[in-house]
T-cell receptor
Framework: AQTVTQSQPEMSVQEAETVTLSCTYD???????LFWYKQPPSRQMILVIR??????QNATENRFSVNFQKAAKSFSLKISDSQLGDTAMYFCAFMRYVSGGGADGLTFGKGTHLIIQP | NAGVTQTPKFQVLKTGQSMTLQCAQD?????MSWYRQDPGMGLRLIHY???????DQGEVPNGYNVSRSTTEDFPLRLLSAAPSQTSVYFC????????????FGSGTRLTVV
């Protein structure tokens, strides 16, 4: 079984600052996928960024980037030039690789509530 | 495309009642799954399916049944509702390519009194 830990229940930064959300995970799998999801007050779960464990290069999506450290089992999310619309719950999620290119269910951390102050 | 559609959005049940939460997707996704979200707990996997006719249990399956008769639909059944099942329920779907990531529905808020 996998576990995902987000050690920061809440964070608050000023608009335009850079913020990093932490995520660690525990697994015996060698091949897996990692995701960050955003959940604004609307409750909708929105995929922010994804990372394949076999790729050494860190994923980036516009202002969002990750620092993936496989040996340390760490997967942090960096948000640059933060905006008021970034205020949301952020969830780190793990999915193990299934042979044949299949998918599996997601294991989530408990989330970090990020508040962007004007 | 409508994406992942969940109905109803809100529901109040009495203890012991049964009901079905509906989930449908129009993206021809093979993989579908159900999660519940409780305060301070993140999302936890209830059941998932890798294709029509195939389902499997997740982390918290007790009290819930699923079936997958078509690619598009993946209903979640509460057999005898209990107050502990008060939660927000999310359905999600994904392409066969695992790194695509899951697309989520907008959720159903269920209250059991």
């Amino acid at each position: 079984a996998q576990t995902v830990t987000q050690s920061q229940p809440e964070m608050s930064v000023q608009e335009a600052e850079t913020v990093t959300l932490s995520c660690t995970y525990d697994t015996s799998e060698n091949n897996y996928y990692l995701f960050w999801y955003k959940q604004p007050p609307s409750r909708q779960m929105i995929l922010v960024i994804r990372q394949e464990a076999y790729k050494q290069q860190n994923a980036t999506e516009n202002r969002f980037s990750v620092n993936f450290q496989k040996a340390a089992k760490s997967f942090s999310l960096k948000i640059s030039d933060s905006q008021l619309g970034d205020t949301a719950m952020y969830f780190c999620a793990f999915m193990r690789y299934v042979s044949g290119g299949g998918a599996d269910g997601l294991t989530f951390g408990k989330g970090t509530h990020l508040i962007i102050q004007p | 495309n409508a994406g992942v559609t969940q109905t109803p959005k809100f529901q109040v049940l009495k203890t012991g009642q049964s009901m079905t939460l509906q989930c449908a997707q129009d993206m021809n996704h093979e993989y579908m799954s159900w999660y519940r979200q409780d305060p301070g707990m993140g999302l936890r996997l209830i059941h998932y399916s890798v294709g029509a006719g195939i389902t499997d249990q997740g982390e918290v399956p007790n009290g819930y049944n699923v079936s997958r008769s078509t690619t598009e639909d993946f209903p979640l059944r509460l057999l005898s509702a209990a107050p502990s099942q008060t939660s927000v329920y999310f359905c999600a779907s994904s392409l066969r390519a695992a790194n695509y990531g899951y697309t989520f529905g907008s959720g159903t808020r269920l209250t059991v009194v």
